[in-house]
Nanobody, 123 residues
Framework: QLQLVESGGGLVQPGGSLRLSCAAS????????MGWFRQAPGKEREGVSC????????SYADFVKGRFTISRDNAKKTVYLQMNSLKPEDTAVYYC????????????????WGKGTLVTVSS
């Protein structure tokens, strides 16, 4: 069965860094574009970043551009989100999701979701 499992979350101080990983199983990852999303307490889920099937096209929300980098290793069936210069407002549960078409990489368009990993940015 298709599964996406996030890891790498935790507690980090403002200005620090974390790398999130999303491991896929049960399917060939390169069939899908991938996205990272997040949901802070009491807020709507929002898009963070997307990456195309081959990794040649990426997109970022304005609030993370220049700080976060999305990448993928299809041979390892893994997608990554490198998060630098973290801010308290980055605190959220971060979700990995898969979509058949890159143009549908948005909260309402994803086909498969992981269960999330919690990132807490606090001093």
């Amino acid at each position: 069965q298709l599964q996406l499992v996030e890891s790498g979350g935790g507690l980090v101080q403002p200005g620090g860094s974390l790398r999130l990983s999303c491991a896929a199983s049960g399917f060939t990852l390169d069939y899908y574009s991938m996205g990272w999303f997040r949901q802070a307490p009491g807020k709507e889920r929002e898009g963070v970043s997307c990456i195309s099937r081959r990794g040649d096209i990426t997109s970022y929300a304005d609030f993370v551009k220049g700080r976060f980098t999305i990448s993928r290793d299809n041979a390892k069936k893994t997608v990554y989100l490198q998060m630098n210069s973290l801010k308290p407002e980055d605190t959220a549960v971060y979700y990995c999701a898969a979509v058949h078409t890159y143009g549908n990489c948005r909260v309402a368009g994803m086909d498969y979701w992981g269960k999330g990993t919690l990132v807490t940015v606090s001093s």
